[in-house]
């Protein structure tokens, strides 16, 4: 079995000093983009890897939530310039308006607009699902859960969105109970999810052991490229 680092982005600010928690600059980004084609790493689309038994050894997986407009300004020409793919998960409520649900007194982000979700160059960009109003999902019940569900697939296709079938779990929290858990699974299964991603901080084995729960690793702003490194081998370690 194979290594598989799936990393995973939020906000991208033009400055250094724009940096926090969820928000890497485009310097930092440019550099971790860098270093993974300097060093041979293939990334991949979760439609690439349904089709997949085996991967090469450098494979690696770039992924970035709520599809913020910041996103499409500095990731989007940095991953044409490397060559690299990169799944963009979409919280639909927010489409065209603003990160609502941030209470952490950030600066409000603007989510990108129908039209600019559209023109995201396919054989780059995959999008995927981030729930519809971005709530955690341990905190919902089974008819709401699926409610949710329902309105992404409403707003997908009202607008005729090309949305691959995996999901990122808002806050990557998901329910942790044995019953719970089968039944968030069975909910994802029968909405015809084919990925779930949680958030687990490790790099995954492929083939995954457990498609519902598949691990990323969260990339912060403040990451040198010495931690990013390390990130990819190992995941988060205590010192970071």
């Known amino acids: 079995m194979s290594k598989l680092p799936i990393l995973m982005y939020h906000n991208?600010?033009?400055s250094k000093s724009g940096?926090?928690?969820?928000?890497?600059?485009?310097?930092?980004?440019?550099?971790?983009?860098?270093?993974?084609?300097?060093?041979?790493?293939?990334?991949f689309h979760f439609s690439d890897l349904e089709k997949m038994k085996s991967i090469p050894e450098k494979?690696?997986?770039?992924?970035?939530?709520?599809?913020?407009e910041n996103q499409l300004i500095?990731?989007?020409?940095?991953?044409?310039?490397?060559?690299?793919?990169?799944?963009?998960?979409?919280?639909?409520?927010?489409?065209?308006?603003?990160d609502l649900w941030n209470e952490n007194g950030e600066s409000a982000q603007k989510?990108?607009?129908?039209?600019?979700?559209?023109?995201?160059p396919p054989d780059i960009i995959e999008l995927g699902y981030h729930s519809y109003e971005h709530n955690r999902y341990q905190e919902l019940n089974a008819l709401e859960i699926q409610d949710d569900f329902l309105k992404c697939e409403q707003e997908i296709n009202t607008h005729n969105l090309n949305v691959y079938p995996a999901v990122a779990y808002p806050y990557g929290n998901y329910p942790k109970k044995s019953t719970e858990k089968a039944n968030f699974k069975a909910l994802l299964s029968q909405n015809k999810m084919k990925f779930g991603l949680k958030i687990g901080n490790r790099p995954n084995t492929f083939p995954f052991k457990d498609t519902y729960e598949i691990k990323r690793i969260d990339i912060k702003g403040l990451d040198n490229l010495i931690v990013f490194r390390l990130k990819i081998k190992f995941g988060k370690l205590k010192l970071f």
Not at 19 to 43: C, I, W
Not at 111 to 120: A, F, V
């Open 12 to 14: 991208i600010c033009q």
């Open 19 to 43: 940096s926090n928690k969820l928000t890497v600059s485009a310097h930092n980004l440019e550099r971790q983009f860098q270093y993974l084609t300097d060093n041979n790493y293939k990334t």
């Open 59 to 68: 494979s690696i997986v770039l992924t970035f939530d709520d599809v913020t």
């Open 74 to 98: 500095y990731a989007l020409p940095l991953l044409e310039k490397y060559k690299l793919k990169a799944s963009f998960f979409i919280p639909f409520k927010y489409i065209a308006k603003t």
């Open 111 to 120: 989510i990108m607009t129908i039209e600019q979700l559209k023109q995201l």
